[in-house]
């Protein structure tokens, strides 16, 4: 009897636990498939979103479809078009199914392609069933991130389907979020009904209960962006079309704040990205804030955010806003330990007059902030139609950069520096130069900024290094050459070892080099960069404080760091010929101050005898301007060693 007891309590056991792990097993499938479709979903809406924004901006979309390719300008379109959001890849079909376009492969040509005008039957399909279709996959690196979906869906332009779309997307980070928001769900469902067996009605209880709660998550998340609880960009599309069509009726105009953190990248990389995600929850309470009753608010992805303002009276209301916007976002803020200013550029577009849909004004506002970063950041820029000229204009200067990086194509010119004294010359100032395609020379006020936005500007100014020491080791041994840093080349950390590498790969005695830094460099993580410039120091090259009497002008940063040099800003000799009375003082007290610290001075944009001699008198180091030669291609700058 005892036997048969503990044989049946052990196949109970067994029967529970047999039961509890296929329950929970279930409900992991249950947690698994629902992911799964909320992750297919998400890819519909954002390819979705994204078609609409191609069928809106691709101008000849048609004669793409019917086997023709693409322009110039539809090119860098497209170019722009695959990094948009999720995207990061698309075929464009004609409405048969053929295959037209591939993003990633625009060189192909077509005709001669066995692999094109392939019929697809899966994109032929969504043209009959009028509805998309999606395909979840697993991916592998490099070619496919690890989970990603394709999507086709029909291109439709005033109700005809001109073009089948199969987007690619990147979902993996969706997953991720899905799955971690389910995570503890799946564990207490799973616990619950392995309890069940006990307390069957109070698990049941339970269980309605945290389902509801998981649907109610589940239809947040659908709308809203995780980390700083604003409208996603699928539903602040949605919602910004209904209102559109409510001013439509009232006779309202509606505003576009699109708002973008300037540098944001910079903050991830130096202080982490907690601290970054922190800032990010910090500018949405501010928009949140700012925005009137009634206003929409949402992050439309990195660190870039929307507001409609509605009911505005016209631009200038719309204006007024962005100016409250831009101040309560530079507000200091403590992070971490970290004291951090944010700052952020805003563009502004207003309906119905900058377009009548809301992909139409997004585009419109982000022509304008475009035109903000290019003003120089911490700016608001209203929409007007030349923006879009000046949109093509940068995407081409981008064009080129890309395509000077990849083949050594910018150039180097010299502008001599001579000893006050005696007119005598002691060396150059090396200056980054880049051709158009005419071969006309760009101004560096209009591609330099756009290199550094790039994120390019650390990978130039190495090649302006390696280029300008090696040309440098061919000149006499008493001529030096001096060459710019930008700030953003001091983020990476590694530039001490560049500069290194650049002396050891020419040979240029380190003495003979000379490294120029703005006083704008110091302003952020001043003892960073300072340890840098000592590093610098430790090699043996001299640094000089270039554009002096401009900025700042800190006296701190002299006698915190001992420079070799300061550079007196040009605009000092614009000053003088305009025969301003105190520029003479002025320039008496710098040059006199830079001596008193044992530092050389150099005058910049000196452009006559008069102007020299008047800085002779002054004890003026050296001198550097047009009045003894203007920058010069290698060929020119050695035929004057002769």
């Given amino acids: 009897m005892r036997t048969f007891r503990l044989n049946s309590y052990s196949v109970f056991a067994a029967a529970i636990l047999i039961i509890s792990a296929a329950l929970a097993v279930g409900v992991y499938g249950v947690v698994g498939a629902t992911v799964e479709r909320m992750v297919r979903k998400d890819a519909e809406a954002a390819a979705v979103g994204w078609s609409r924004y191609l069928a809106a901006n691709l101008a000849d979309l048609r004669a793409i479809a019917a086997g023709e390719a693409p322009n110039a300008d539809s090119i860098l379109f497209i170019e722009r078009a695959r990094q948009v959001g999720q995207v990061f890849r698309f075929k464009l079909f004609d409405p048969a199914g053929r295959l037209r376009l591939v993003s990633d492969d625009l060189g192909k040509k077509w005709d001669n392609e066995p692999k094109l005008a392939v019929h697809n039957p899966a994109a032929a399909a969504v043209v009959v069933t009028g509805r998309p279709h999606t395909d979840v996959k697993q991916g592998r690196a490099p070619a496919r991130p690890p989970l990603y979906a394709e999507t086709y869906l029909p291109v439709v332009i005033e109700g005809e389907t001109v073009a089948i779309v199969e987007v690619y997307l990147d979902q993996t980070g969706k997953q991720a979020l ?86 944001f990248k910079d903050v991830n990389d130096t202080l982490g990205h907690d601290v970054g995600d922190e800032i990010m929850r910090m500018a949405a309470q501010r928009l949140k804030a700012q925005a009137g009753d009634g206003d929409l608010v949402a992050r439309l992805g990195g660190d870039e955010f929307v507001v409609a303002q509605r009911h505005v009276a016209g631009r200038d209301a719309a204006e007024a806003l962005g100016g409250r916007i831009l101040a309560a976002l530079s507000q200091p803020v403590l992070v971490h330990g970290h004291d951090l200013a944010p700052a952020a550029s805003i563009g502004i577009a207003l309906a119905p007059r900058d377009g009548g849909n809301a992909l139409a004004l997004l585009k419109s506002a982000d022509l304008a902030l475009y035109a903000a970063k290019a003003a120089g950041r911490k700016a608001l820029r209203t929409f007007t139609p030349g923006m879009d000229d000046e949109l093509k204009a940068r995407l081409r200067i981008e064009a080129l950069i890309r395509e000077a990086v990849a083949s050594d194509g910018f150039e180097l010119f010299f502008q001599p520096i001579v000893r006050s004294e005696n007119g005598r010359l002691t060396g150059f100032e090396a200056l980054l130069r880049l051709r158009d395609e005419a071969g006309e020379l760009i101004s560096p006020a209009d591609f330099i900024p756009v290199a550094e936005e790039m994120r390019l500007i650390s990978k130039i100014g190495a090649w302006v290094l390696r280029q300008g020491c090696a040309i440098a080791a061919a000149w006499p041994d008493h001529l030096s050459v001096s060459v710019n840093l930008s700030p953003l080349q001091f983020v990476e950390g590694d530039l001490c070892a560049v500069v290194e590498a650049a002396l050891a790969e020419s040979g240029l005695d380190a003495r003979r080099l000379e490294l120029e830094i703005t006083e704008g460099l110091l302003l952020n993580n001043t003892d960073a960069v300072i340890e840098q410039l000592r590093a610098l120091k430790g090699l043996g090259v001299a640094i000089a404080m270039d554009d002096f009497g401009t900025g700042y002008s800190s006296l701190s940063y002299l006698w915190r760091f001992p420079f070799d040099k300061i550079k007196i800003d040009r605009s000092f000799m614009q000053a003088f010929e305009a025969r301003d009375a105190h520029v003479s003082n002025i320039l008496r007290t710098i040059i006199d101050l830079g001596h008193s610290l044992r530092m050389r001075v150099t005058a910049e944009g000196v452009e006559t005898a008069k102007q020299a001699e008047h800085l002779r008198g002054l004890a003026c180091d050296y001198i550097q301007g047009f009045h003894y030669g203007r920058p010069v291609p290698v060929t020119a700058a050695r035929r004057a060693l002769t």
């Fill in 178 to 263: 899905f799955q971690e928001e389910f995570a503890l769900t799946a564990v207490l469902l799973a616990g619950m009904v392995a309890l069940s067996f006990g307390a069957p009605g109070c698990a049941l209880y339970w269980r309605s209960r945290q389902k509801a709660r998981a649907d109610e998550r589940i239809r947040y998340m659908a709308h809203h962006d995780a980390l700083t609880g604003l409208l996603n960009r699928g539903t602040f599309v949605e919602r910004l079309e209904d209102a559109l069509t409510l001013a439509e009726g009232a006779g309202e105009q509606i505003a576009i704040h699109y708002v973008d953190l300037d540098q």
